[in-house]
């Protein structure tokens, strides 16, 4: 199975604040990657594919880079919908896997 | 707009089997290019892909749970369906059912369900 490895696992951010997440797979994955974001109780909500792909609606200040290994997702400029936890996950082979969260909290 | 709706029980003791159904509304789950997938997460835990089906009835299901789990689907009532066989406490996590898409790649899970609890425990 292909491990994906999120960095950090927990961040303290400001409002305002530009935030990089970091997702590094075990094996090359192209740029079948995707990052959701889910708040507490609701679902995920899907924001990037393709590993810089903005899903429908998601606002501007989400961003996706990398391809092969390495992946981040940047918040340009954090805002307080914002504070939640984000989810990699790779789709390039089975068993779909995701990262272990990075959970993005008020400083 | 595209609504996923997972039901069943919430309590199941152990060794038994879990079943639950995801009702689609506002869209067809026959709707070429899409998959319909089931998603768990343990309370306070990470996300685990379950499987996948399509309306045709083909399946993708993960190893670690191939021998246990069966997906189906029914398109008469636009539901898909789970059972999770010889449940333990370890299969205690919300069960999310999700749209897949999964035509061209690449693909992605774009429309979730709520999610439902399901409590394994005597």
């Known amino acids: 199975d292909i491990q994906l490895t999120q960095s950090p696992s927990f961040l303290s951010a400001s409002v305002g604040d530009r935030v990089t997440i970091t997702c590094r797979a075990s094996q090359v994955i192209s740029t079948y990657l995707a990052w959701y974001q889910q708040k507490p109780g609701k679902a995920p909500k899907l924001l990037i594919y393709a590993a810089s792909t903005l899903q429908s609606g998601v606002p501007s200040r989400f961003s996706g880079s990398g391809s092969g290994t390495e992946f981040t997702l940047t918040i340009s400029s954090l805002q307080p919908e914002d504070f939640a936890t984000y989810y990699c996950?790779?789709?390039?082979?089975?068993?779909?896997?995701f990262g272990q969260g990075t959970k993005v909290e008020v400083k | 707009q595209l609504q996923l709706q997972e039901s069943g029980p919430g309590l199941v003791k152990p060794s038994e089997t879990l079943s639950l159904t995801c009702t689609v509304s506002?869209?067809?789950?026959?709707?070429?290019?899409?998959?319909w997938a089931w998603i768990r997460q343990p309370p306070g835990k990470g996300l685990e892909w379950i499987g996948n089906i399509y309306y045709s009835g083909n399946t993708y299901y993960n190893p670690s749970l191939k021998s246990r789990i069966t997906i189906s689907v029914d398109t008469s009532k636009n539901q898909f369906s789970l059972k999770l066989s010889s449940v333990t406490a370890a299969d205690t996590a919300v069960y999310y059912c999700a749209r897949l898409w999964g035509g061209t790649r690449p693909w992605y899970f774009d429309y979730w369900g709520q999610g439902t609890l399901v409590t394994v425990s005597s």
């Open positions: 506002g869209g067809s789950i026959r709707s070429s290019g899409y998959y």
């Open positions: 996950q790779q789709l390039n082979s089975y068993p779909w896997t």
